[in-house]
């Protein structure tokens, strides 16, 4: 699919620390546009006290289909928060690499601990 012409495509992302059951505030966020191997920087934010993006991520003209990377800067976060954690981290970079076919919201939220991530395709 080309360049989306009516705008209806978006992408959204939220992280939840489940370990101490709160929004992930303070979080950095890199996107990437991903053609064959090439890695292209799109956006670069921090979530907000809500865990959230005070905008999406891509949305209007900058939405196309195709293939991205969400890079969570899990580590730093996890320092920031004062969680006791080994060195080296068990998880440093949660990278969340996924395909956007259709002019649609996209969600793609992390709920992350110190020792696990998961995520999935949300509304």
Do not use: W
């Not at 293939?67 to 320092?79: C, K, S, T």
């Not at 080994?86 to 076919?101: Q, S, T, Y």
């Amino acid at each position: 699919m080309a360049q989306n012409e009516t705008g209806a495509g978006r992408l959204t992302t939220h992280v939840l620390d489940t370990a101490t059951g709160r929004p992930a505030a303070g979080l950095a966020i890199e996107l990437f546009r991903v053609t064959g191997a090439a890695r292209e920087a799109v956006a670069s934010v921090v979530t907000n006290a809500d865990g959230r993006c005070d905008a999406p991520l891509l949305s209007g003209a900058a939405f196309e289909a195709g293939v991205y990377e969400l890079v969570f800067q899990a580590g730093a976060y996890l320092d920031a928060s004062g969680a006791a954690l080994p060195e080296p981290k068990f998880l440093d970079e949660v990278v969340i690499r996924f395909g956007m076919a259709e002019e649609r919201h996209y969600h793609v939220p992390l709920l992350l601990s110190p020792f696990g991530y998961s995520t999935y395709r949300g509304s």
